[in-house]
């Protein structure tokens, strides 16, 4: 079956410590994007990319980080330099960056301790 | 990044349609206006997109202004399975191609 992976469903880390957060995709599809929810409230983007090895800020890109080598895979990086990263991460991607519609994964709940 | 708001909450009965508005006034001329809907602690899904002419797909219908500043999605008969959050999004153009733009949502409650 096509679509979105997104590993691990929970994630436990201590203050301080970097977490890579895993997301792929087997749609053949060229974006893929990363938003952040916090209870309550919509998603907030944080990194797209529309193709392979580049990638732009969103709109809460302080404290994370990102990578596009492969089609397939855009893992994030939330670094110590987040001063809130207890929330719930989702990963998507789309066929391309127009109009198309954005398949979602069922996300990573980050809990730091 | 245009703006998007819609009612905190609204609740149906089951078979009965359900009108959910969005205000979207400061829209530009290329963005898509795509809603999304979301169960808890699961990733959103898509339900519909248009840019100016009214949408039709198995899953709803979405009306929109002829200003543009503003749509509604019907979902014709709800069922208890349509009780989620429901986003109304901007799906920004140009040179921003790829941003989607959430708002709070409007958490529909489907009665039996």
């Known amino acids: 079956d096509g679509g979105i992976t997104q590993s691990p469903k929970y994630l436990f880390r201590k203050e301080g410590q970097n977490v890579t957060l895993s997301c792929e995709q087997n749609?053949?599809?060229?974006?893929m994007y990363w938003y952040r929810q916090d209870p309550g409230q919509g998603l907030r983007l944080i990194y797209y990319s529309q193709i392979v090895n580049d990638f732009q800020k969103g709109d809460i890109a302080e404290g994370y980080s990102v990578s596009r080598e492969k089609k397939e895979s855009f893992p994030l990086t939330v670094t110590s330099a987040q001063k809130n990263p207890t929330a719930f991460y989702l990963c998507a991607s789309s066929k391309t960056s127009s109009s198309d519609e954005q398949f979602f994964g069922p996300g990573t709940r980050l809990t730091v301790l | 990044d245009a703006k998007t708001t819609q009612p905190n909450s609204m609740e149906s009965n089951e078979e009965e349609p359900v009108h959910l508005p969005c205000n979207h006034s400061t829209i530009s001329g290329t963005d898509y206006i795509h809603w999304y809907r979301q169960l808890p602690s699961q990733g959103p899904e898509y339900v519909i997109h248009g840019l100016t002419s009214n949408v039709n797909n198995r899953m709803a219908s979405l009306a929109i202004a002829e200003d543009r500043k503003s749509s509604t999605l019907i979902l014709h008969r709800a069922t208890l399975r349509d009780a989620a959050v429901y986003y109304c999004?901007?799906?920004?153009?140009?040179?921003?191609?790829?941003?989607?733009?959430f708002g709070q949502g409007t958490i529909l409650t489907v009665h039996p």
């Open positions: 749609l053949n599809h060229d974006a």
């Open positions: 999004t901007t799906y920004a153009g140009g040179t921003s191609y790829g941003k989607l733009t």
